[in-house]
């Protein structure tokens, strides 16, 4: 079972917009409405940032937002701040009671 | 929701790795999943596994072989052990609640413990 497809990086300057992709398969992305993503910070552990594809756990942001077409899920950061440089991380259930990550993303304020 | 894990921080190679999830704050019976998720240096998230309340497990494929995940009710504990350490072992360990459904097709962690750095070595 291979990890997710994210970009290894992505970049934007303060107060744009960022979109970061999330590809599976019919098996994983396509097959379930069950894509959450995580934020890092070095040396911390992850933090739910959307779960349910487009779901925003009590305190995150609303400059946070998640979609889902096909077998592809996206995480747009809006207003992009310096806060948000992180890596991000997608998770997917997947068939037979599994769950997969994606690679993981690096994010950048320029 | 508070979790901490607990453990070696080193461990042999071949060697079994024990490591306990303590949770504070919820109740272990309280109808989540609990789950292990590692990282290797500088590398990305694996999912270990994850267990119900009931001691129902849930395995990655590809680790099943070598992981045993119990739950401890009474002390509201989870633990992990791993067999056959190798160097490729070598990651911070995560636990976390896990909403899993299977039967809903869910699937996230909400809360994580901060990690411990296991390294295998002789």
């Known amino acids: 079972q291979s990890a997710l497809t994210q970009p290894r990086s992505v970049s934007g300057s303060p107060g744009q917009s960022v979109t970061i992709a999330c590809t599976g398969t019919s098996s994983d992305v396509g097959g379930y409405d069950s894509v959450s993503w995580y934020q890092q910070y070095p040396g911390k552990a992850p933090k739910l940032m959307i779960y349910?594809?487009?779901k925003r756990p009590s305190g995150v942001p609303y400059r946070f937002s998640g979609s889902k077409s096909g077998n592809t899920a996206s995480l747009t950061i809006s207003g992009l701040q310096a806060e948000d440089e992180a890596d991000y991380y997608c998770c997917s259930y997947a068939d037979t009671y599994s769950l997969i990550f994606g690679g993981g993303t690096k994010l950048t304020v320029l | 929701v508070q979790l901490q894990e607990s453990g070696p921080g080193v461990v042999k190679p071949s060697e079994t790795l024990s490591l306990t999830c303590g949770v504070s704050?919820?109740?272990?019976?309280?109808?989540?999943?609990w789950g292990w998720v590692r990282q290797p240096p500088g590398k990305g998230l694996e999912w270990i596994g994850s267990i119900y309340q009931s001691g129902n497990t849930h395995y990655n494929s590809s680790l099943r072989s070598r992981v045993t995940i119990s739950v401890d009710t009474p002390k509201n504990q989870f633990s992990l052990k791993l067999s056959s350490m190798i160097a490729a072992d070598t990651a911070v360990y995560y636990c976390?609640?896990?909403?899993?459904?299977?039967?809903?097709?869910?699937?996230?962690?909400?809360?994580w413990g901060q990690g411990i750095l296991v390294t295998v070595s002789s």
């Open positions: 704050g919820f109740p272990i019976s309280g109808g989540y999943y």
């Open positions: 976390a609640r896990h909403l899993h459904s299977p039967d809903m097709g869910r699937t996230y962690f909400d809360y």
């Open positions: 349910d594809v487009n």
